[in-house]
T-cell receptor
Framework: DAGVTQSPTHLIKTRGQQVTLRCSPK?????VSWYQQALGQGPQFIFQ???????QRGNFPDRFSGHQFPNYSSELNVNALLLGDSALYLC????????????FGPGTRLTVT | DQQVKQNSPSLSVQEGRISILNCDYT??????FLWYKKYPAEGPTFLIS?????DKNEDGRFTVFLNKSAKHLSLHIVPSQPGDSAVYFC???????????FGQGTTLQVKP
């Protein structure tokens, strides 16, 4: 049984560009959460998707948006990239009814130059 | 505003001894607390959790203690093994939200 998978593994973008990161949840999981982890810090909650809707959002600007597909996979989009967006982006999935059980993927390392 | 704090960036322990990792929080409305372990190039892996109505939870070598009056929790690893060397994150869950709030992490090194 594959765990949470994320693509790409690494990405380098230029300031002002847009980026899309992808996440496939664990089999049977229906909720996907996204986190940003800056160097030396703990992960920070960006938002959570359930039933193709954004259910909760952390303290991130509207440049950060997302989507969940009918197969529960999810995308994170970041527009107008800033140097400060350089971070590890983690996706976590949860089984039905157990949103506190979050299983993390390996992350996508985004570097903005 | 850092609601969950891990004040020790690093900890070094001899193999076989006890490792104690600490975490403080400010929000008394947190319902659940969790510990995650993270190796380089991997995502955080769930270790152990505790409900706010409990004061101790044990799973094999790992025990988490919760002191609600002090808003403090700790993770004890006994005995420590070199494979336990990783970054440990404390996380808290407010209500039934699924929004994990993480501390900054503590790097544990277990020396053979």
């Amino acid at each position: 049984d594959a765990g949470v998978t994320q693509s790409p593994t690494h990405l380098i973008k230029t300031r002002g560009q847009q980026v899309t990161l992808r996440c496939s949840p664990k089999s049977g999981h229906d909720t996907v959460s996204w986190y940003q982890q800056a160097l030396g810090q703990g992960p920070q909650f960006i938002f959570q998707y359930y039933e193709e809707e954004e259910r909760q959002r952390g303290n991130f600007p509207d440049r950060f948006s997302g989507h969940q597909f009918p197969n529960y996979s999810s995308e994170l989009n970041v527009n107008a990239l800033l140097l400060g967006d350089s971070a590890l982006y983690l996706c976590a999935s949860s089984p039905p009814g157990l949103i506190y059980e979050q299983y993390f993927g390996p992350g996508t390392r985004l570097t903005v130059t | 505003d850092q609601q969950v704090k891990q004040n020790s960036p690093s900890l070094s322990v001899q193999e076989g001894r006890i490792s104690i990792l600490n975490c403080d929080y400010t929000n008394s409305m947190f319902d659940y607390f969790l510990w995650y372990k993270k190796y380089p190039a991997e995502g955080p892996t769930f270790l152990i959790s505790i409900s706010s109505i409990k004061d101790k939870n044990e799973d094999g070598r790992f025990t988490v203690f919760l002191n609600k009056s002090a808003k403090h929790l700790s993770l004890h690893i006994v005995p420590s093994q070199p494979g336990d060397s990783a970054v440990y994150f404390c996380a808290a869950l407010p209500g039934n939200t699924g929004k994990l709030i993480f501390g900054q992490g503590t790097t544990l090194q277990v020396k053979p």
